[in-house]
T-cell receptor, first 117, second 111 residues
């Protein structure tokens, strides 16, 4: 069964460092997303990506964050100058086209746990 | 602005019991609503997706309903098993790219 894969599963970094989280979405999906979940809190939307550009982003997704689809399979989230409060589980998701051309069912990866020290 | 609330926050039931998890949303212009399962420290597994034009969806022992007029969705789990123990999340989408999640219901099924 097709699945979304994420690497690394856990990354520990020092405050101020840059991290790149990687995702391979389901191959025939067209919409890609990053969500995050701080320990004990809700899953929060960060950004969506469609047709090689950001289609929507939340207030959390400021200049510290960027996304890229460097090739036909990978989708990355870059976090610059990491802060303690960036510690969270970061989830990649993808979806196909649903009804009326809108986003369909979301499929999530297992997540990348980021710990900033 | 869409907000999603789940009640109860936690639930403990004996094995074999039928149970209902509740989800409410503030924006009735919902495009779809999705239920997920999350095991501790793990990713989100999609259980059921209900489109706005549907009233319910079924998969095995799970049945999810959607009532747009009242802003509510329920997830019914029949004949619960210890393996059903997990956090159940509902998430609503109003047709854009952002899906809003509830805080989840932590379910514990006792053997």
């Amino acid at each position: 069964e097709p699945e979304v894969t994420q690497t690394p599963s856990h990354q520990v970094t020092q405050m101020g460092q840059e991290v790149i989280l990687r995702c391979v979405p389901i191959s025939n999906h067209l919409y890609f997303y990053w969500y995050r979940q701080i320990l004990g809190q809700k899953v929060e939307f960060l950004v969506s990506f469609y047709n090689n550009e950001i289609s929507e982003k939340s207030e959390i997704f400021d200049d510290q964050f960027s996304v890229e689809r460097p090739d036909g399979s990978n989708f990355t989230l870059k976090i610059r100058s990491t802060k303690l409060e960036d510690s969270a589980m970061y989830f990649c998701a993808s979806s196909g086209i649903g009804l009326a051309g809108k986003t369909g069912e979301l499929f999530f990866g297992e997540g990348s746990r980021l710990t900033v020290l | 602005k869409q907000e999603v609330t789940q009640i109860p926050a936690a639930l403990s039931v004996p094995e074999g019991e039928n149970l209902v998890l509740n989800c409410s949303f503030t924006d009735s212009a919902i495009y779809n609503l999705q239920w997920f399962r999350q095991d501790p420290g793990k990713g989100l597994t999609s259980l059921l997706l209900i489109q706005s034009s549907q009233r319910e969806q079924t998969s095995g022992r799970l049945n999810a309903s959607l009532d747009k007029s009242s802003g509510r969705s329920t997830l019914y789990i029949a004949a619960s098993q210890p393996g059903d123990s997990a956090t159940y999340l509902c998430a609503g989408n109003t047709g854009g790219f952002k899906t809003i999640f509830g805080a989840g219901t932590r379910l514990f099924v006792k053997a």
